[in-house]
Nanobody
Framework: QVQLVESGGGLVQPGGSLRLSCAAS??????????MSWYRQAPGKERELVAT????????NYADSVKGRFTISTDYAKDTVYLRMNSLKADDTAVYYC?????????????WGQGTQVTVSS
């Protein structure tokens, strides 16, 4: 089991910055075994992938819409993944979700946090 708790959302003006945190409580494997991702879902839209970091702090990938503005990182001492968001735009307004994913030949381990609201508005 993995429990994920996001924090750091809020209201910010366009051009501002926020840092989201996702603290993991892991009882299956270790935190470093999981691919960690941030997704977001805006009202009336489907959930979309924002950023991913491979297990053990490997390769990162970003949605085109956030490249150069957002940075995903992990702190394995704290079992926490972060999303640093700079130059925020109104289009970044959404609920942001943390995801932990790993798999074995026998099964998939796929966990979600409860989400944190980010609102970009003047």
């Amino acid at each position: 089991q993995v429990q994920l708790v996001e924090s750091g959302g809020g209201l910010v003006q366009p051009g501002g910055s926020l840092r989201l945190s996702c603290a993991a409580s892991v009882s299956v494997f270790t935190f470093s075994k999981y691919r960690m991702s941030w997704y977001r879902q805006a009202p009336g839209k489907e959930r979309e992938l924002v950023a991913t970091i491979a297990n053990a702090g490997g390769r990162t990938n970003y949605a085109d819409s956030v490249k150069g503005r957002f940075t995903i990182s992990t702190d394995y001492a704290k079992d926490t993944v972060y999303l640093r968001m700079n130059s925020l735009k109104a289009d970044d307004t959404a609920v942001y979700y943390c995801n932990a994913f790993t798999s074995t030949p026998q099964r998939v381990y796929d966990y979600w946090g409860q989400g944190t609201q980010v609102t970009v508005s003047s």
